[in-house]
């Protein structure tokens, strides 16, 4: 079962001793259509622009204007069209967190794989370069999956954490441990256990 949060940030727990914990938000969903693989159409509300194509799902679905996003979840058996049921958060031990981490844009390869770069000392040109990507006269290519410049970050990356608790009344998850991604930003939190 599937749950869209936003995460909130980091914090800590006052027990002795402390421990790192990341407080996500679950955000409100309802539950337009239930399809026969398990899985559902959510609606939920987003920043993103109102247009024609949004109006007519919401028409089709009956939702109110403040749900202006769609999406397709796993949700449990017996689920029906509606408000989704989070009550399952609450006897969850471990969940899986999918979120995209923080995009740093173009990078080089020193920050992006962590290459060492040349001295620092005078007369040299190497700098944070890459250096040599070539081969031999065999096979005379550059390697697939060679490590070089490029987008670094923005990628969707999963991670396993422990839930130390949930409010129910207010949505708050809390996590323990960190998950990627900056604050604010939404992903999908999945129960394992």
């Not at 539950?31 to 247009?51: I, Q, T």
């Not at 700098?127 to 040599?132: Q, T």
């Not at 999956?145 to 839930?163: F, H, L």
């Amino acid at each position: 079962m599937e749950f869209i949060i936003e995460k909130i940030g980091m914090s800590r727990t006052v027990d002795v001793p402390s421990v790192p914990v990341t407080l996500l938000k679950v955000v409100d969903t309802k539950v337009c259509e239930v399809r026969e693989d398990g899985k559902a159409l959510v609606a939920y509300n987003s920043s993103k622009k109102f247009n024609k194509s949004i109006e007519g799902q919401q028409a089709k679905y009956g939702v109110s204007k403040e749900f202006n996003k769609f999406m397709t979840i796993s949700v449990a058996e017996g689920t029906e069209a509606g408000d989704l049921n989070t009550a399952a958060l609450t006897e969850a031990a471990v969940v899986k967190t999918s979120l995209n981490t923080k995009g740093r844009g173009f990078q080089g390869a020193v920050k992006r794989h962590g290459f060492s770069g040349g001295p620092a000392s005078h007369g040299h040109r190497f700098g944070r370069r890459v250096g040599s990507i070539g081969m031999c006269e065999w096979p005379g290519r550059v390697q697939p999956g060679q490590k070089m410049p490029g987008q670094y970050g923005n990628t969707k990356v999963t991670v396993k954490n422990e839930v130390i608790s949930y409010d129910a009344e207010n949505g708050i998850l809390v996590l323990k441990g960190s998950i990627p991604g900056a604050n604010g930003s939404r992903g999908l939190v999945r129960i394992v256990k």
